[in-house]
């Protein structure tokens, strides 16, 4: 299997630009997680998925943040418009079952905006 | 409420033992974890314990887990430099929420 595939791997933005992450879990994961990783904040967990259905999303700083998952394999995180705060590592993750199971991560998407 | 503490640095020799260790302050947890990522890459599972138990050992890892204290811990044998890393605790409920430590940064020096 090729594992959570994240999308772009590094991305230089400037301020005020939309910023678009993408994901693709591992096929027949039925959970789905974003996290951000900063030196500050350690690792947070912004939203995950459950069958394409966000369960919780309380971790989401602001209204400029976003996710969908329209479909079991691809789901996107969303930044518009994108402030210097926002640099950080992007993670995707997913895994099977919920709770007891392992969670796989993708690579992550290396965010700076300037 | 769900935090996880863990001290930022630790450096060890290698072939000595290092010891990370993590706090929790919810005791409702079910499984904790320990993940490892290594620089410009995800995080990897190590391994796990469930709730109900003290300890688990799966080669050089060994996880002690004291439920009164709310202290978890990572033993690495013989730790070589190819362990350099940072290191997660994380702790999961009957939810689905994986709750990560800030991260411990292991440094093996020769």
């Known amino acids: 299997d090729a594992g959570v595939i994240q999308s772009p791997r590094h991305e230089v933005t400037e301020m005020g630009q939309e910023v678009t992450l993408r994901c693709k879990p591992i096929s027949g994961h039925d959970y789905l997680f974003w996290y951000r990783q900063t030196m500050m904040r350690g690792l947070e967990l912004l939203i995950y998925f459950n069958n394409n259905v966000p369960i919780d999303d309380s971790g989401m700083p602001e209204d400029r943040f976003s996710a969908k998952m329209p479909n079991a394999s691809f789901s996107t995180l969303k930044i518009q418009p994108s402030e210097p705060r926002d640099s950080a590592v992007y993670f995707c993750a997913s895994n099977p079952l919920g709770v007891g199971n392992t969670i796989y991560f993708g690579e992550g998407s290396w965010l700076t905006v300037v | 409420g769900e935090d996880v503490e863990q001290s930022l640095f630790l450096s060890v020799r290698e072939g000595d033992s290092s010891v990370i260790n993590c706090t929790y302050t919810?005791?409702?947890?079910?499984?904790l974890y320990w993940y490892k990522q290594e620089p410009g890459a995800g995080l990897q599972l190590l391994t796990y314990?469930?709730?109900?138990?003290d300890m688990k050992q799966d080669q050089r890892l060994t996880v002690l887990l004291n439920k009164k204290d709310k202290h978890l811990s990572l033993r690495i044998a013989d730790t070589q430099t190819g362990d350099s890393a940072i290191y997660f605790c994380?702790?999961?409920?009957?939810?689905?929420?994986?709750?990560f430590g800030t991260g411990t940064r292991l440094q093996v020096f020769p």
């Open positions: 314990i469930f709730s109900n138990m």
């Open positions: 919810d005791s409702s947890s079910t499984y």
């Open positions: 994380a702790e999961s409920f009957n939810t689905d929420k994986l709750i």
